[in-house]
C-alpha cells in the first residue's frame, strides 16, 4: 500500500504551510487539526478501552477550554503562540491554524460567522489565510444565500 501524504489530512492541516487545495476543504468537514481516523480504524489498535492512566497525558489542555474557530481565525501570532507553547498545536503556527480554522467555518460555520471571515479575507493575514476565509466566506454565502 502506497499512502500519498499530499491527500492526508493531517499533512494538509499540520504540516503544509500553504492554502490547502480546494477538493480537501469539505472533507477536512470540523477538523482544524489533524485527522487520524487511521488510528481509529486500524485492527491493531482495537485493544479496548484504554485505561485512565494510559490516556492521563491527553486530557483537555485548559488553555483551549473556550478556544473557538472563530477566534483562531482572528488570533494574534504571540496569543497563539502562548495558547499552543510546548504542545504539538504550536507546528502549523498561528497562520496554519487560522487558514485551518477559515476552512472549518466554511465547512461548518454560519452568518454569524461572516464578519471575521471577511476581515480576515481584507486583512493582513498571510496569504493562505486570506484566500481561505475568502473561500469560507463563498460556502457560507452558498449555502445561505441572504446571508448578505
Ligand atoms: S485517515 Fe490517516 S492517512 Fe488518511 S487523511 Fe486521516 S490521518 Fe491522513
Known sequence: MVLDARRCLSYLTIEQPGPIPEAFRAPLGDRIFGCDTCQDVCPFNRTGAPSPESTRDFATDG???????EALVAMAPDDYARLAEGTPLAR????GMARNAAVVLG?????RHL????E???GPASEAVREAAA???GA?????PDAG
Open 107 to 111: 465547512n461548518t460555520g454560519a452568518r
Open 115 to 118: 464578519p471575521v471571515l471577511r
Open 120 to 122: 480576515a479575507a481584507a
Open 92 to 95: 502549523p503556527g498561528a497562520a
Open 63 to 69: 488553555r483551549w477550554a473556550s478556544v473557538t474557530p
Open 135 to 137: 473561500w469560507a466566506v
Open 140 to 144: 457560507l454565502e452558498a449555502r445561505e
